[in-house]
């Protein structure tokens, strides 16, 4: 037979703490613990090959992972360290073939062309791709490569063995060869879609991959599951674009920050973040919402619509006049979200909205000559205003699922 893929997708195995391990060669074959930052009670964002073999995941604290892994070893995440390797892997795999599209900071895809799809040639592309990277980068970063003929099932072959796996899918061995998967170990189902999935009498992979796609697409309430469930099967499925809708950024507040006061000025920081953001990256926002929550769940919002504008100071004082709206009590988080976001030069203003848009217009050029202060002489060279009381490492760029920040990002 005849065997073709059209998709390469690799996934960097165990990424953060793999950095970490390239950065420091003395905990390379320790097991190894990231932070999601430097402090007592911060859980993991990330654990080595080693340390998750003894249970240590995303989310365990210190002292249980301690319990788990004794010898465990635990360094912050350092999110401009690990863009930085990221760009060392594309380029590695560029050596090799072509990266399509990247999905995290862990995670891409290529499409194979030609002879490169026949199965025999695309698992030695797979190859090549793994020892470029230990070649290239370090021989800390491994990599687990996936082929078929979907992104779907591409993504869930490099998913079959980690580390270092390289593996194909196609229609002809399937179900069966994910058939002792979970549901929920398919990417694109959560749990509370395995939950949903279960009570409409969908228990496993094998119900899952028999199911009639008119049924999945009631199940799901979109036409997401109908075609989730086809390209599961290796059927061609063209998901429409996604067209960026807002920019917002969220803090955990550290101890120093959890007063009311510390609080809106992290919330000031966020904004100010966010606004650069726009500036940079050519959009207007047209909606401001802010929100909190309290240690016990409760969460406080406030939004609202505002003219298309890019301008830090009028942001401030908008967040300024719902900040007085929120509850504030036992504070734990802080989130800030520019929405309606529509390009430069499609805003077409308010001929009798005065002052406003001739205020902004004046102070443009400040807002970004301050940014590139702060992008020539470092962070927080040039602010608005009083600074939150506790510094936190990365306000405003982190690395996200779906966002890598840029280095503009560690400069703002």
């Known amino acids: 037979m005849d065997l073709h893929v059209s998709t390469l997708f690799f996934d960097m195995n165990s990424f953060y703490a793999s950095v970490a391990q390239a950065e420091e060669p003395a905990l390379m074959g320790r097991p190894v613990g990231v932070l999601t930052t430097d402090a007592p ?8 090959i080693d340390a998750k073999r003894l249970g240590v995941g995303m989310g365990t604290r210190q002292d249980e992972a301690r319990r788990l892994c004794p010898g465990i070893v635990f360094r912050p995440v350092r999110h401009d360290v690990c863009v930085r390797y990221h760009h060392a892997i594309l380029a590695a795999v560029e050596t090799v073939v072509p990266v399509h599209r990247i999905w995290s900071i862990d995670e891409c895809s290529c499409l194979l062309t030609g002879s490169e799809q026949r199965l025999d040639r695309a698992l030695a592309i797979g190859r090549a791709l793994q020892q470029a990277v ?15 003929p979907t992104r779907l099932l591409a993504k869930v072959a490099a998913g079959l063995e980690k580390p270092g796996g390289l593996h194909w899918l196609l229609p002809h061995v399937l179900p069966d060869r994910i058939a002792h998967l979970a549901l929920d170990d398919l990417p694109g189902i959560s749990r509370r879609m395995k939950l949903r999935l279960e009570a409409a009498g969908i228990p496993d992979v094998r119900a899952l991959f028999a199911l009639d796609p008119k049924r999945a697409r009631a199940i799901w309430h979109s036409v997401t599951g109908e075609r989730f469930l086809r390209e599961l ?12 809708g807002m920019i917002g950024h969220g803090q955990v507040l550290t101890a120093g920050n959890k007063t009311p006061e510390g609080a809106r000025l992290v919330a000031r920081r966020l904004l100010v973040k966010a606004a650069a953001r726009l500036r940079r990256e050519g959009f207007l926002a047209r909606s401001l919402h802010v929100s909190v929550r309290s240690e016990d769940g409760a969460s406080s919002a406030q939004e609202g619509q ?19 709206g929120l509850r504030l009590r036992r504070l734990r988080s802080v989130n800030v979200m520019l929405g309606g976001l529509i390009a430069e030069g499609q805003v077409t203003d308010d001929l009798f909205e005065s002052p406003g848009p001739a ?3 004046g102070r443009a050029g400040l807002c970004r000559a ?16 009083s600074l939150p009381p506790h510094r936190v490492p990365y306000t405003g ?14 400069l703002e």
Request: a neutral charge; aromatic letters at 10%; charged letters at 25%.
């Open 233 to 244: 099967r290796g059927e061609t499925v063209i998901w429409p674009e996604t067209r960026r």
């Open 306 to 324: 505002i003219r298309a504008t890019q301008d830090t100071f009028f942001l401030l004082q908008t967040l300024d006049r719902y900040w007085s």
């Open 397 to 410: 760029a982190k690395i996200a699922f779906g966002r890598i920040p840029v280095a503009e990002d560690f």
């Open 359 to 361: 205020a902004e217009a």
């Open 41 to 48: 009670n911060a859980g993991c964002i990330a654990a080595s």
């Open 370 to 385: 301050i940014d590139a202060l702060n992008q020539r002489f470092g962070q927080d060279t040039v602010h608005f205003g």
């Open 134 to 148: 230990l070649d290239r980068v370090h021989p800390a970063l491994r990599c687990s490569v996936g082929l078929g």
